[in-house]
Structures are given as structure tokens and as C-alpha cells.
């Protein structure tokens, strides 16, 4: 139990640690895949340039507090995702592990598909759990890319005045009800599911690469650079259906019908590279906070360990899974 709630404190403030010091470029990344929506090329305004570009103009008209529109929105997202992902994942895996060592194995114990350990099913469990999370969190994601997008100064997309985000949530769930605060919510979970289930697999795919191709040893070293080639291949996966939830929580009525029509409309006037968009301002968000989130993840777990025991007296045995 408390070791539960240990990881789950743990994980959460690794998160929101790595979500505070990669907002901005969030911000920036949205405001890049609504701009020129639905406009050739050559019609396209170009009110945010680049990356940098794109942190310069916003931090220079709307100060930090422009980077950073919706930051709480961003916490309460990252911490239901995490909880989703730590209550679910243990459930889905044991009950899969015990489906698939059945068919082999009669009179199994209950404690051998907890012990079993397989990748395949795992990864299935962390992407199934993320999905779920994607789903539950999926409003503040939404009224989180409304702030994102307002701008007194150089608006792109629907400008939606939320004073913050619980006025959001109200405004949203007054006007269109529950239906409204889940808008874009399947282009959401295709987005997490991509990331979730690409990230375990790349992340040991690229360690044994950097072992055997440049023989790293294991180390800090190998884990950051290992992280770091994850999180590119997570961000080539998750960028394309991330640009059509971004243009589906964009809207209010009914530009789309659906997220495939969203994508389709998007590829036929933008050109297909539109839904990279903004992929170097995900980017600069995904590096760090794969890197950060696993770093901190370290610490704030080692912190929580030593509270756990130094402060709650849990014996060091129970807090081992
Ligand atoms: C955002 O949504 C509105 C409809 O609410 C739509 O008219 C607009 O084209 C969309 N995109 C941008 C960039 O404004």
C-alpha cells in the first residue's frame, strides 16, 4: 500500500518536474501545428518561425507567463496518467500472464503469472495502461491545449478566454456537457498508445545497439544516450496523431468530423509534412523529459525510500516491487 503510494508520489513529482522545465516548448509546438491550418503553403501565416523562434516571440510579448498558459493543467494530466499507468499496469499483466501460462501449464499459482516476466506482455500492459490514462486525462489535455493556444498578441487557433483551468472545464462541460470535454479524445489515446508501446522496446533495441556497436559499458552514460534515442523514435511515432488531437481540441465546431477526416483534410491541402509540424518543438520537449523524468525518477524514488523507512519506519523488505 504505502509502497504503492510511494510510486505513485515518486512518479509524479519526477513528472511534473520534467513538465516544468519543457512547458514552454509545449507551448510553442502547439501554436506551430495550429498554424496554417488548412491553408497551402504558400497562404500559411508564419507567425511563429521555429523552436527558438517561437520561445523568443512569446516570452518577448506575454513574458513567462505566456510559456507558461496551462502549467496545472499539465500537472493534474501527468499525475492521472501516472496513476492510471501504476494502478493498471499490474492488473492487465498478471491477468494476461495468467491467460497465456494456463493454456500451457495446468494448476498454476497465482504468485508465477505475479513472478512471470515477459516483454511482449509487458509492453502490452504499459501501452494499455497509458491508453486508459490517455483517456482519463483527456479534458485536461484539452482545456491544457486551449491556454496553450491563446495568445493576446499573435493568436493561432480558436481563442477560447478560460480564466484558468477549472473555468475551463466549467465553460466547456456548460456549453457542450461531457461529450465536449471529451472531444479528440481517440486521437489522444492513439497518440499515448504509439508512445507507450514504441518507448520499452526502442529504449533496449538502442542499449544493446550502443553495447555491441560502440561498446559502451553500462552506466549513466549509456542510460541517457539510450533514453535519448527512445525518446526520438517515440516522438516520430507520436507526432503524427499529436498534430491531429492538437487541431481537434483546437476546434469548437465541427470543422471535422473525426480524426481520420482531420487527417485526411490535413495531408490534401497542407501536403503530407504537415503532420510534423511542430515535430522539433516536441522534440525539445520529449529529450529532456524522458531523460529528466527517468533521472528524477531515480532521486525522488530514493527519496521516497528513505522517508518511507526513516520517517514511516515500512521495513526495507516490503518495499521492493
Ligand atoms: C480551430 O478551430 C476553429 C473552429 O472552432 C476553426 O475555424 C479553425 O480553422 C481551427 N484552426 C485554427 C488554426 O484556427
Redesign the pocket.
Known amino acids: 500500500m504505502s509502497t504503492t503510494l510511494g510510486s505513485f508520489i515518486a512518479g509524479g513529482v519526477a513528472a511534473c518536474g520534467a513538465v516544468t522545465v519543457t512547458h514552454s516548448f509545449e507551448t510553442v509546438k502547439i501554436r506551430l501545428q495550429?498554424?496554417g491550418?488548412?491553408q497551402t503553403r504558400k497562404d500559411a501565416p508564419k507567425l511563429y518561425r521555429g523552436v527558438l523562434h517561437g520561445v523568443k516571440v512569446i516570452y518577448q510579448n506575454e513574458g513567462m507567463r505566456g510559456l507558461l498558459r496551462g502549467l496545472n493543467c499539465a500537472y493534474i494530466y501527468q499525475m492521472t496518467l501516472n496513476g492510471c499507468r501504476l494502478g493498471f499496469y499490474e492488473p492487465i499483466r498478471t491477468s494476461l500472464n495468467s491467460l497465456i501460462l494456463h493454456r500451457d501449464i495446468h494448476h498454476l499459482h497465482d504468485t508465477q503469472s505475479k513472478a512471470h516476466q515477459s516483454l511482449p506482455v509487458n509492453i502490452f500492459s504499459g501501452a494499455s495502461s497509458g491508453i486508459l490514462g490517455a483517456a482519463a486525462g483527456s479534458p485536461f489535455f484539452l482545456v491544457k491545449t486551449r491556454l496553450q493556444s491563446y495568445s493576446p498578441f499573435l493568436p493561432?487557433?480558436?481563442q477560447h478566454k478560460y480564466r484558468n483551468a477549472w473555468d475551463g472545464l466549467k465553460q466547456i462541460y456548460g456549453a457542450e456537457g461531457v461529450k465536449g470535454l471529451y472531444r479528440g479524445v481517440w486521437p489522444a489515446m492513439v497518440r499515448t498508445g504509439f508512445g507507450s508501446s514504441v518507448q520499452l522496446p526502442t529504449y533496449f533495441l538502442a542499449k544493446r545497439r550502443l553495447v555491441s556497436w560502440f561498446s559502451m559499458q553500462d552506466g549513466p552514460a549509456l542510460h541517457l544516450l539510450s533514453s535519448a534515442c527512445s525518446g526520438f523514435v517515440v516522438c516520430v511515432f507520436m507526432h503524427p496523431p499529436d498534430t491531429v488531437m492538437s487541431?481537434m481540441y483546437?476546434?469548437?465546431?465541427n470543422?471535422y468530423t473525426g480524426a481520420f477526416d482531420c487527417l485526411w483534410r490535413t495531408v490534401k491541402t497542407e501536403g503530407i509534412l504537415a503532420v510534423y509540424k511542430g515535430f522539433f518543438a516536441h522534440l525539445a520537449r520529449i529529450l529532456p523529459h524522458t531523460i529528466l523524468t527517468l533521472s528524477l525518477a531515480e532521486q525522488t524514488n530514493r527519496l521516497m525510500r528513505r522517508f518511507e523507512t526513516g520517517v514511516l519506519g515500512v521495513p526495507e523488505k516490503t518495499k521492493t516491487s
Not at 483546437?250 to 465546431?253: D, M, S
Open positions: 495550429l498554424q491550418e488548412l493561432v487557433g480558436t487541431r483546437n476546434q469548437t465546431g470543422l
